[in-house]
């Protein structure tokens, strides 16, 4: 059965792409709905799966004949599959630079950024589709009424078009895609030390990254526990924010920070199975940040620029959960999950201001309410994907 198409807003950007680029990327984690994003806006085209061992062979064997098969353009899905496509691609479009020709879709960085940054550099156009943003999901009338549902659930679109259990879905990604793509980058002898990592790593989503902590919690080494990262950050499965590199006060924190692209996926490794469950957690406040920070980072992302955010923390713990720069003007924002709004969740907000001079900021919490405090501005979690436009945040 074909899923429900739901309407993405990255579509006008992948649009554009296409009229000033002839060969256009798109990019993401596996099930994010790239394929079905690609095959619905580029409908006019033949859709190739490189996962698909004939066409594969095909394209190994005999790559020139391969892409004179689609020479009026086509999509091809997984194209990190057969590298040596990049290469012939950059000749066709040499010779017949016609825009948005051949669209690519890939969900493994390692291969596919190389191919472009060897080949296609200055032909292509890349876009980075996460999995849904909130306001896609409300647009398409899903009840997101509920943080707590929400931030459980995830993003993914197989749980919000097709009728499967959470807890099953997240498992069954894990096993099948998970698991599968970091042996196909890295050595993983034995599985369990490695199911064992993903749950740490889970674990630490808001903090300050400690590859000596987090491998010695693992039984592995550091060098382990630093090239398992980058595969999960190569598989778009985390991603980590830089420090603020503007020096206030001489003693920063110079550690990234980690996070999960989709919180639905760190809950089920966190054996979180339920939105009474994820209440109650312990790392309920972290989920929430992640939360907020990804579906900003989406905004940016469906938009074809920059990501531009950051954190800042001092060594004494003094800390601003985003501070996104733009053009020279800096914003900050804090995170907090509570549903009321109390007077110390503005310390550090305050703090920064009296620090740096910088005017204005925001506060996301988990109540529903909008309005202006202390020169501050004051947002309900659902307005999340918006952040980065605020005045100050907007480039």
């Given at each position: 059965m074909k899923d429900v198409y739901i309407d993405r807003r990255a579509e006008g950007t992948i649009i554009n792409l296409a009229k000033g680029f002839p060969v256009v990327a798109i990019t993401g984690p596996r099930q994010s709905g790239k394929t079905t994003f690609a095959r619905h806006v580029f409908d006019d085209r033949p859709y190739v799966s490189l996962e698909d061992l004939d066409n594969r062979e095909f394209a190994e064997n005999d790559p020139r004949g391969f892409l004179d098969r689609y020479g009026a353009g086509a999509v091809f899905d997984e194209v990190q599959r057969v590298p040596q496509l990049f290469s012939w691609l950059q000749g066709i479009v040499d010779a017949d630079n016609r825009m948005g020709r051949f669209i690519l879709t890939g969900s493994q960085q390692f291969g596919f950024m190389e191919g472009i940054t060897q080949s296609l550099a200055g032909r292509i156009g890349e876009l980075r589709l996460l999995p849904f943003c909130l306001p896609e999901l409300r647009d398409a009338g899903h009840?997101?009424?509920?943080?707590?549902?929400?931030?459980?659930?995830?993003?993914?679109?197989?749980?919000?078009v097709r009728e499967v259990g959470v807890e099953q879905w997240y498992n069954a990604y894990i096993a099948t895609y998970l698991e599968r793509d970091v042996r196909s980058m890295v050595t993983v002898q034995n599985l369990s030390t490695f199911q064992t990592y993903l749950r740490l790593v889970a674990g630490r989503c808001g903090q300050i990254l400690n590859l000596s902590s987090l491998g010695a919690s693992a039984g592995i080494s550091h060098n382990t526990a630093k090239a398992w990262l980058s595969v999960l950050q190569a598989s778009f499965i985390v991603f980590l924010v830089q420090p603020f590199h503007r020096n206030y006060n001489k003693r920063l924190i110079r550690s990234p920070k980690l996070y999960f692209c989709d919180t639905g996926l760190a809950s089920r490794l966190l054996g979180i199975n339920s939105p009474d469950q994820m209440?109650?957690?312990?790392l309920k406040g972290a989920i929430f940040e992640n939360f907020v920070i990804s579906e900003t980072l989406k905004r940016r992302h469906n938009e074809a620029r920059s990501p531009g955010c950051f954190f800042w923390r001092d060594s004494v713990g003094h800390e601003v959960d985003m501070i996104f720069e733009d053009g020279g003007q800096v914003f900050p924002v804090e995170v907090k999950s509570g549903k009321t709004v109390a007077a110390d969740f503005f310390d550090a907000l305050r703090m920064w201001k009296k620090m740096s001079g910088v005017e204005g900021g925001a506060l996301v919490y988990g109540g529903n309410e909008e309005y202006d405090r202390e020169g501050f501005r004051v947002l309900p979690w659902g307005k999340a994907y918006d952040?980065?436009?605020?005045?100050?945040?907007k480039s």
């Open positions: 009840d997101t009424s509920d943080a707590d549902q929400v931030i459980y659930k995830g993003f993914y679109p197989a749980v919000h209440a109650l957690h312990p952040i980065a436009q605020l005045p100050g945040g």
